[in-house]
């Protein structure tokens, strides 16, 4: 079993449309990667306590042991930083994480010797050999897929860095012009975008703040790590870049006449790209756009303009620093429909995301109609 669900975390690592369709998005879907396979790292913890060790087979305890002791350190850095007893010690940067992550694989093949090698029992179950065996070729497929191929099966389009502009001392907006034909996607998906530029190498995830009408891509980035500050300080015109997608399925065309947009900061970004799409007439929109100051309301006038020529759209900037926490109570209150019929769609900081979407659940509002994505890949 710990073998089984191995294979299937790397076939959810492979970025497939079509999983992403059935997993309802890429964050899902890697959310459920991340938990197969803990699950699976978990089930050979139990394997290692609980089989009695066979020194006798010298080729394959080493295998075994190299397996196990690998699988071990790198499921330590994936889940350390998200565990509080941990996340102090276990201090790993998204970069040197996506790097080590790759040898998951390697492991993940040096435990094929050990089972030919001491498993005698596995020999004499066919049943079980042929369900092991199965497995290890799609997880082993899977794996080379996606890290050989992928770039031939997830094409990446070049574009160029046109124009850089510094909203402020940690957001920058980059905007991005095709070489060829641009990609297509749908208003508030995101794309992962790879710089040739030294430094900024890294393929990374970011929500695309322009309409699909337009030729050029928008990118709004808030430096908020390694790479966004080098990114911010760092990136020049004219270099050119690789974006791969679209992916993502927060839709709100897809919700009930009646909605809420709540965004935190640079949350905004994909409602942006609703708002410079022409929202539909067809939707009765509240539209929440927390910041903590002022000054961090970079898209303000942008979206009250949006508002003004919308007569469904009813925007509301909640400055936190003055008007205090903004809660779904709040939201409730000044919600006119039944919230059985109302659709919510979020983005922003996870603890806000969490906050709302418990909040709503509270009130009534179904599950099924609370729309989030969480970019939290590692």
Same mark, same amino acid.
Not at 256 to 277: K, V, Y
């Given at each position: 079993?710990?073998?089984?669900?191995?294979?299937?975390?790397?076939?959810?690592?492979?970025?497939?449309?079509?999983?992403?369709?059935?997993?309802?998005?890429?964050?899902?879907?890697?959310?459920? $990667?991340?938990? +197969?396979?803990?699950?699976?790292?978990?089930?050979? &913890?139990?394997?290692?306590?609980?089989?009695?060790?066979?020194?006798?087979?010298?080729?394959?305890?080493?295998?075994?042991?190299?397996?196990?002791? %690998? !699988?071990?350190?790198?499921?330590?850095?994936? @889940?350390?930083?998200?565990?509080?007893?941990?996340?102090?010690?276990? #201090? /790993?940067? *998204?970069?040197?994480?996506?790097?080590?992550?790759?040898?998951?694989?390697?492991?993940?093949?040096?435990?094929?010797?050990?089972?030919?090698?001491?498993?005698?029992?596995?020999?004499?179950?066919?049943?079980? !050999?042929?369900?092991?065996?199965?497995?290890?070729?799609? =997880?082993?497929?899977?794996?080379?897929?996606? !890290?050989?191929?992928?770039?031939?099966?997830?094409?990446?389009?070049?574009?160029?860095?046109?124009?850089?502009?510094?909203?402020?001392?940690?957001?920058?907006?980059?905007?991005?012009?095709?070489?060829?034909?641009?990609?297509?996607?749908?208003? %508030?998906?995101? &794309?992962?975008? $790879?710089?040739?530029?030294?430094?900024?190498?890294?393929?990374?995830?970011? #929500?695309?703040?322009?309409?699909?009408?337009?030729?050029?891509?928008?990118? &709004?980035?808030?430096?908020?790590?390694?790479?966004?500050?080098?990114? $911010?300080?760092?990136?020049?015109?004219?270099?050119?870049?690789?974006?791969?997608?679209?992916?993502?399925?927060?839709? *709100?065309?897809?919700?009930?006449?009646?909605?809420?947009?709540?965004?935190?900061?640079?949350?905004? #970004?994909?409602?942006?790209?609703?708002?410079?799409?022409?929202?539909?007439?067809?939707?009765?929109?509240?539209? *929440?756009?927390? +910041?903590?100051?002022?000054?961090?309301?970079?898209?303000?006038?942008?979206?009250?303009?949006?508002?003004?020529?919308?007569?469904?759209?009813?925007?509301?900037?909640?400055?936190?620093?003055?008007?205090?926490?903004?809660?779904?109570?709040? +939201?409730?209150?000044?919600?006119?429909?039944?919230?059985?019929? /109302?659709? &919510?769609?979020?983005?922003?900081?996870?603890?806000? @995301?969490?906050?709302?979407?418990? =909040?709503?659940?509270?009130? =009534?509002?179904?599950?099924?109609?609370?729309?989030?994505?969480?970019?939290?890949?590692?």
């Amino acid at each position: 079993m710990a073998v089984k669900l191995l294979a299937i975390s790397f076939v959810l690592a492979t970025r497939a449309r079509t999983l992403e369709q059935r997993f309802g998005g890429l964050d899902k879907m890697y959310r459920s $990667h991340r938990h +197969v396979a803990v699950a699976g790292y978990l089930l050979l &913890v139990a394997h290692v306590a609980v089989v009695p060790w066979r020194f006798d087979s010298p080729g394959g305890v080493p295998a075994g042991l190299i397996a196990f002791g %690998g !699988l071990t350190v790198l499921t330590l850095l994936s @889940i350390g930083p998200r565990l509080r007893p941990t996340r102090r010690i276990v #201090t /790993i940067s *998204y970069s040197a994480w996506k790097h080590t992550h790759r040898l998951v694989g390697v492991f993940f093949i040096f435990s094929i010797p050990h089972m030919f090698l001491v498993d005698s029992l596995i020999m004499d179950a066919f049943v079980a !050999l042929g369900w092991v065996l199965a497995a290890y070729v799609v =997880g082993v497929a899977a794996y080379f897929h996606r !890290l050989l191929i992928s770039r031939i099966a997830q094409p990446r389009v070049p574009y160029t860095v046109r124009a850089t502009h510094r909203l402020d001392d940690a957001t920058l907006e980059v905007v991005l012009t095709p070489d060829r034909d641009p990609i297509h996607f749908t208003a %508030g998906q995101f &794309v992962f975008v $790879h710089f040739k530029q030294p430094g900024l190498r890294e393929p990374h995830p970011f #929500t695309v703040a322009s309409s699909p009408r337009e030729r050029d891509l928008r990118l &709004v980035v808030k430096a908020t790590g390694d790479f966004t500050r080098r990114l $911010h300080d760092q990136l020049q015109t004219g270099r050119s870049a690789r974006v791969e997608g679209a992916y993502g399925m927060l839709d *709100y065309r897809r919700g009930t006449p009646d909605q809420i947009w709540i965004a935190g900061g640079i949350g905004i #970004t994909p409602m942006l790209a609703w708002l410079r799409d022409h929202p539909s007439h067809d939707h009765h929109i509240d539209l *929440y756009y927390t +910041v903590r100051h002022p000054g961090d309301a970079l898209f303000d006038h942008d979206i009250a303009e949006h508002a003004a020529r919308h007569p469904n759209l009813n925007y509301h900037l909640i400055i936190s620093s003055t008007d205090g926490t903004l809660t779904a109570e709040d +939201v409730a209150a000044d919600t006119t429909a039944p919230l059985t019929t /109302i659709s &919510v769609y979020m983005c922003g900081p996870v603890a806000l @995301i969490n906050a709302f979407e418990q =909040g709503f659940l509270n009130l =009534g509002v179904a599950a099924s109609n609370i729309h989030y994505e969480e970019f939290a890949f590692r």
